[in-house]
Every structure is written in structure tokens, then in C-alpha cells.
């Protein structure tokens, strides 16, 4: 049993024009080939869903933001408390989305109405126990099942931008490694840091690093629906 307890009921839940406000995140890793991949020799992107209590459709943790936290601090207490995983959140959300809650799919008016931010959350560690495991499972999934997987299309949505900023953020550490490695001066030392999440000692050093440049070029040509 966790001794972690997720919070329950709605007394410090946020509002916005009779919106719930929601905050969540697309959990991710690389990690060395999967199925959905036929070449095994380069790192590979999965993102981490869950299943809803009740429901046969999997999801990315979410929840609401409450009035006593931010709403970073929300999305990373939502992948803890139903995912199970800490890690390192994106600077900004991959976007906004306006959606009804699962329970009122089918509802007129504004009852059941959210507006939820979702982020990125690069996964550093998968807790054995956490808040709501009796009540989730969870799978590490490629790209492509993600997709296919998606109930709704704001998650898909997500999903795509997702992938649009980690593609934005390996091409500028690319640019960065090839300006150092076209430059005369100054020389590379053995270790000389670019930035504070990249180091290079050697012009090929993103290969033999493994630092992944071509996965998203074939991940972008995915179909979204």
C-alpha cells in the first residue's frame, strides 16, 4: 500500500467562466526501440497512459488545479497521484483545451465543462506504489499507439504539439552542437557544457551519446486520426 494519499473532493477546486480548471501532462521517455519500430539501434520516444476507474479508454493523468498550488505543481501532483512518476516539466503548457469531464460527455450546458492545460513531463522516476493504484493501470506506449489510442481529439491535439516541441527542442541542441563544431575557436575541451541539459566532448558525440534526432522525423508523418 502507498502511504501517499491523492486529494479527493472539490472545496479548493478553481474555476474560470463556470469552467473547471484542469492541469495535466503527456509523461514520456526515451528508451532503446519498441514494437512499433522495426529499428532497434536508436532511441526511441513512449509516452505513459493510464486507465480510468470504471472505463475501457486510456488517458494521460489530469486533474484538478486547486487554489493552493500552481498550476505546474498541479500537473506534476496528477502524474504522481494516478500515473505513479516524477520528472522534469516543460517551461510552458503544450496548449489549452475546453472539453467535458468523462461523466458528462453527453450533458447540455456547462455543467461537466473544463478548461485544462496539459504539459510535458519528461518521466526520471516510476514509483512501485502510488496514490491511485487499485484503481489505474498504466502503459508505456509508442507514439503511434498513443495516437491511435486517443478517445478524444483534443488529446490528440496534445499529442501533436507534443511532439512539435520536443522536435523544437533537439534541433536547437543540434544547432548548437554543429555552430560549436564549425567554429575555429574557441577549441572543444574534453567536456564543454552548451547548455545546462547537454554536454559535448567530441564532434560525434550526440551519436555516440545517443541523443535521438531522427525518431520524430518519422513520428511527424503520423496520422492523427
Known sequence: ???????????????ENNLRLVSGCIPYRLTKGNDCQTDSSESKIEVLMISSPNRDDLVFPKGGWEDDETLEEAACREALEEAGVKG???????????FRSKSSQDMCGLEGGCKGYMFALEVTEELETWPERENRDRRWLCVKEAFELCRYEWMRRALENFLNMLEENWKQKFEAIEELIESPSPTVSDCQIITPNLCIDHPNSAQRHGMPFSWFVAVKGLPLS
Open 88 to 98: 522534469k516539466l516543460s517551461d510552458t503548457p503544450l496548449g489549452v483545451w475546453e
Open 1 to 15: 500500500m502507498s502511504t501517499m494519499l491523492a486529494r479527493i473532493g472539490r472545496h479548493r477546486q478553481r474555476y
